[in-house]
């Protein structure tokens, strides 16, 4: 969910961080695990795939070196460039993982063939990443796909469209990038679309609009998981009503610790646990630390205080901010941070429904102790010493994710043996509605 990338929208200043803001410090309580543990996690790791639902190294490519993977070395340590990368192949084997959703993300200021364009440029950059570094990765379609690979030493590489509008209002668009490889599509991203409500957008529709519960129709009829990270509570709640299938939420946290819109309320954990679903924790900083949030609107506030205050005048006001940030420390956030998330969820929606959602080189800052792909043992290790099994780690790690996408990939048999693709267009479905509430 790369927030730089969206400059329209203010928010993102929000979830990114105010530049200049600085790293928060460690603080007490805040120690690595325990190495036996790390141990334990990895071991664990050998016999069950992790599978992180969200990764946004196809488009730190595109940006760094448009897409042309004869610029980069991913088997070298990217930590090393002039833009250092959350991700490479030796990080990516320490964490142990398994199978990878490497996100394909269009911006929302893209919009028609342009939006398309981008969406089957960055589908076309997994396909070609995955083959240049074949020894490593392997394309996985389906669950069966995702266990075979891993048994086999590889990491499974998933495709995940983030932002409905890359699909320019078209079922066969969206039936095309299943055709290419998707298999989950977020369906909104900072805006809302022409038929979903998004959670950092102001309402439109009030939840899915008639041709955004077709979407969702036809997307549980072709197997593909419905993405309901980004997406406003309504959008939520309509998608629930309507879905065959489990949904995920491909990196979001909990909205009971953290009261972010990109969070997951509880009243929405809860239906997720009936519907089968998985909510896939984020290492975003801000949607994880409530206190981190308040702090980073506190600045923007201030920010914009001063600016007024000295209307003209960007030497005093910038002189008055550092002042006010060195005045103000910034909260830190770890590992302990994230399992907290962990906690709630469990605590709200069961073990069966949580995952792991990292947004990996979509993110300007990590959590202390989850700076890179390297780093998920940790994370597990610190699970282990609150008490969670061996098979609750399991359950965390891949196997959650996994049972949602069988059951997605039945249900999928089911509907096709029912139905053929939908034929429906939005003039057909949301015109009607959007004359009549003009009338």
Not at 174 to 185: C, I, K, N, P, V
Not at 411 to 436: G, K
């Amino acid at each position: 969910m790369r927030q730089v990338r969206s400059s329209w929208l203010g928010v993102a200043l929000l979830v990114v961080g105010i530049c200049g803001l600085g790293v928060p410090s460690v603080k007490a309580g805040e120690e690595p695990p325990a190495e036996d543990l790390v141990q334990r996690a990895r071991r664990l790791l050998d016999r069950v795939p992790l599978i992180d639902g969200h990764n946004d190294l196809p488009w730190a490519l595109r940006e760094q070196v448009s897409n042309q993977l004869d610029r980069i070395d991913l088997a070298s340590d990217t930590r090393t460039r002039e833009e250092p990368l959350h991700t490479d192949i030796s990080r990516l084997r320490s964490g142990g993982v398994g199978g990878q959703f490497w996100s394909v993300f269009v911006p929302v200021d893209l919009e028609g063939a342009a939006a398309v364009s981008v969406l089957f440029e960055q589908i076309d950059l997994v396909h070609r990443l995955t083959q240049r570094y074949s020894e490593t990765f392997e394309m996985a379609y389906t669950a069966a796909d995702v266990e075979r690979i891993h048994g086999a030493g590889k990491i499974a590489s998933m495709i995940g469209i983030e932002g409905g509008h890359s699909i320019n209002n078209s079922l066969a668009l969206l039936r095309q990038s299943f055709m290419a490889g998707a298999r989950y599509m977020t369906l909104t991203h900072w805006k809302s679309t022409d038929w979903a409500d998004a959670a950092t957008y102001k309402p439109e529709h009030g939840g899915l609009t008639r041709f955004g519960e077709e979407v969702v129709r036809e997307m549980n009829r072709l197997g593909m998981l419905v993405d309901l990270s980004h997406v406003s509570a309504e959008t939520m709640n309509d998608a629930l009503d309507i879905t065959a299938a489990p949904v995920i939420f491909s990196h979001s946290s909990a909205r009971g610790l953290n009261g972010h819109s990109r969070n997951v309320p509880d009243e929405v954990l809860e239906r997720v646990a009936h519907n089968g679903g998985v909510v896939m924790v984020t290492f975003v900083p801000v949607f994880l630390s409530e206190e981190l949030r308040q702090y980073y609107a506190a600045a923007e506030a201030e920010k914009k205080r001063l600016e007024e205050l000295w209307i003209g005048q960007p030497d005093p006001a910038a002189s008055a901010y550092e002042e006010w940030k060195e005045a103000h420390s910034k909260p830190s956030v770890s590992i302990q941070d994230v399992a907290d998330h962990i906690d709630h969820i469990r605590a709200k929606a069961g073990i069966d429904h949580i995952g792991i959602g990292s947004d990996f080189d979509g993110i300007g800052s990590t959590p202390n102790g989850l700076e890179d792909v390297s780093t998920y043992p940790a994370l597990l290790a610190e699970l282990l010493r609150r008490g969670y099994s061996d098979e609750d780690i399991g359950k965390i790690a891949g196997r959650n994710v996994l049972r949602v996408m069988h059951q997605a990939e039945k249900v999928a048999a089911r509907l096709r043996s029912e139905r053929p693709p939908s034929e429906a267009l939005i003039t057909d479905l949301d015109a009607p509605a959007r004359e009549a509430a003009e009338d």
